[in-house]
Protein backbone atom coordinates (compact mmCIF):
# COMPACT_ATOMS: atom_id res chain seq x y z
CA UNK A 1 0.00 0.00 0.00
CA UNK A 2 1.46 3.41 -1.04
CA UNK A 3 2.14 5.80 1.66
CA UNK A 4 4.14 9.03 2.79
CA UNK A 5 7.56 8.47 4.76
CA UNK A 6 8.49 11.32 6.96
CA UNK A 7 12.52 11.77 8.60
CA UNK A 8 12.97 14.22 11.06
CA UNK A 9 17.01 14.98 11.71
CA UNK A 10 19.94 17.27 10.98
CA UNK A 11 21.84 16.79 7.43
CA UNK A 12 25.03 17.77 6.79
CA UNK A 13 26.53 18.20 3.39
CA UNK A 14 30.26 17.94 2.67
CA UNK A 15 31.60 20.70 0.81
CA UNK A 16 27.98 23.15 1.95
CA UNK A 17 28.81 26.33 3.33
CA UNK A 18 25.91 27.38 5.56
CA UNK A 19 26.89 30.68 5.51
CA UNK A 20 27.26 30.91 2.22
CA UNK A 21 26.09 34.36 0.20
CA UNK A 22 23.07 33.85 -1.95
CA UNK A 23 24.35 35.35 -4.92
CA UNK A 24 23.16 39.31 -5.93
CA UNK A 25 21.57 39.35 -9.86
CA UNK A 26 20.69 43.14 -11.57
CA UNK A 27 18.52 42.27 -14.52
CA UNK A 28 17.51 45.14 -17.08
CA UNK A 29 14.16 44.15 -17.41
CA UNK A 30 13.16 46.94 -19.89
CA UNK A 31 14.70 49.63 -22.11
CA UNK A 32 11.69 51.53 -23.48
CA UNK A 33 10.25 51.17 -27.04
CA UNK A 34 8.37 48.07 -28.66
CA UNK A 35 8.23 44.43 -28.00
CA UNK A 36 6.96 42.03 -29.93
CA UNK A 37 5.09 39.57 -27.16
CA UNK A 38 3.97 35.76 -28.72
CA UNK A 39 0.07 36.12 -27.85
CA UNK A 40 -0.33 39.86 -27.53
CA UNK A 41 1.66 41.54 -30.51
CA UNK A 42 3.32 44.69 -30.47
CA UNK A 43 3.37 46.49 -27.32
CA UNK A 44 5.32 48.82 -25.02
CA UNK A 45 5.18 49.35 -20.99
CA UNK A 46 4.64 53.20 -19.97
CA UNK A 47 7.06 53.53 -17.02
CA UNK A 48 5.25 56.03 -15.69
CA UNK A 49 1.71 54.55 -14.92
CA UNK A 50 3.92 51.60 -13.86
CA UNK A 51 3.72 50.45 -9.57
CA UNK A 52 7.09 49.51 -9.34
CA UNK A 53 7.72 46.72 -6.33
CA UNK A 54 8.69 43.20 -5.01
CA UNK A 55 9.03 40.45 -7.96
CA UNK A 56 9.86 36.89 -8.38
CA UNK A 57 13.20 36.39 -10.94
CA UNK A 58 11.70 33.72 -13.27
CA UNK A 59 13.92 31.21 -14.97
CA UNK A 60 13.44 31.58 -18.97
CA UNK A 61 10.36 33.63 -18.63
CA UNK A 62 8.55 30.36 -17.15
CA UNK A 63 5.21 31.49 -15.30
CA UNK A 64 5.12 29.34 -13.18
CA UNK A 65 5.91 28.00 -9.45
CA UNK A 66 9.18 25.74 -10.26
CA UNK A 67 9.95 28.48 -13.02
CA UNK A 68 11.07 31.20 -9.52
CA UNK A 69 14.59 31.18 -9.10
CA UNK A 70 14.79 34.08 -7.19
CA UNK A 71 13.01 38.06 -6.16
CA UNK A 72 13.79 41.10 -6.64
CA UNK A 73 12.46 44.38 -5.89
CA UNK A 74 11.99 46.40 -9.36
CA UNK A 75 13.00 49.87 -10.15
CA UNK A 76 12.06 52.70 -12.47
CA UNK A 77 15.39 54.98 -12.75
CA UNK A 78 14.87 57.13 -15.98
CA UNK A 79 13.48 55.09 -18.93
CA UNK A 80 14.63 52.17 -17.72
CA UNK A 81 13.04 49.08 -15.75
CA UNK A 82 15.47 47.63 -13.48
CA UNK A 83 15.13 44.31 -10.48
CA UNK A 84 17.96 43.88 -8.22
CA UNK A 85 17.78 41.16 -5.93
CA UNK A 86 19.08 37.38 -5.34
CA UNK A 87 19.49 34.05 -7.14
CA UNK A 88 17.50 31.69 -4.84
CA UNK A 89 19.39 28.59 -6.79
CA UNK A 90 22.12 26.20 -5.36
CA UNK A 91 25.29 26.37 -7.34
Known sequence: MPGTLELHGEVQVPGFEASRKIPAVEILAYTGGFMDVPG???LCIDLGGLEAGPVAVLADHE???NGVVGHG???IEGDKLTVRGQDQRRQ
Do not use: D, H, N, T
Request: no cysteine.
Open 40 to 42: YGQ
Open 63 to 65: SRR
Open 73 to 75: LAS
